[in-house]
């Protein structure tokens, strides 16, 4: 499936390719602070920018960046770098009731304040690096 989107501002709008509908949530330190909360993503194949120019990427680790418009702010992408993924926060897609909460990563780093609901799959931080085949943190 292709969808679109863009941030807040509008500075920056995107068009991606092989959309996974299927949600992750991720609860690990660095989304909550980078979105405020856990970060809903989906998985695309394929992403083409409008605004490149308005995009700052941010390398969060040796295996990965995140982007965001320098405009507004928004949040806009989590990639590896090997293999090549990006994971596009679902608030930025045009039709977000395409999407369903398929999993939680990084569970057991979530706080005590909030629960999904649902019986979906929970991968803790050494479950989740070692299905993307990361390295371990020392």
Same mark, same amino acid.
């Given at each position: !499936?292709?969808?679109?989107?863009? &941030? %807040? &501002? =509008?500075a920056v709008k995107f068009t991606a #390719? *092989?959309?996974?509908?299927?949600?992750?949530? &991720?609860? &690990?330190? !660095?989304c909550r602070n980078w979105t405020g909360g856990p970060m809903q993503a989906a998985q695309v194949g394929k992403v083409a920018f409008s605004g490149e120019a308005f995009i700052k990427r941010y390398a969060s680790s040796e295996w990965a960046e995140r982007g965001f418009c320098t405009q507004c702010g928004t949040s806009l992408f989590?990639? %590896?770098?090997?293999? #090549?993924?990006?994971?596009?926060?679902? $608030? %930025? /897609?045009?039709?977000? #009731?395409?999407? #369903? %909460?398929? $999993?939680?990563?990084?569970? *057991?780093?979530?706080?005590? =304040?909030?629960? /999904?609901?649902? *019986?979906h799959p929970r991968m803790t931080a050494a479950e989740f690096m070692a299905s993307i085949g990361a390295p371990e943190a020392d």
């Open positions: !499936m292709s969808a679109t989107g863009q &941030c %807040l &501002c =509008g #390719e *092989d959309v996974d509908p299927h949600v992750h949530a &991720c609860h &690990c330190s !660095m989590y990639r %590896l770098k090997e293999p #090549e993924m990006y994971m596009m926060p679902t $608030g %930025l /897609f045009e039709d977000e #009731e395409q999407f #369903e %909460l398929a $999993g939680e990563i990084f569970i *057991d780093e979530k706080p005590g =304040g909030y629960s /999904f609901a649902g *019986d």
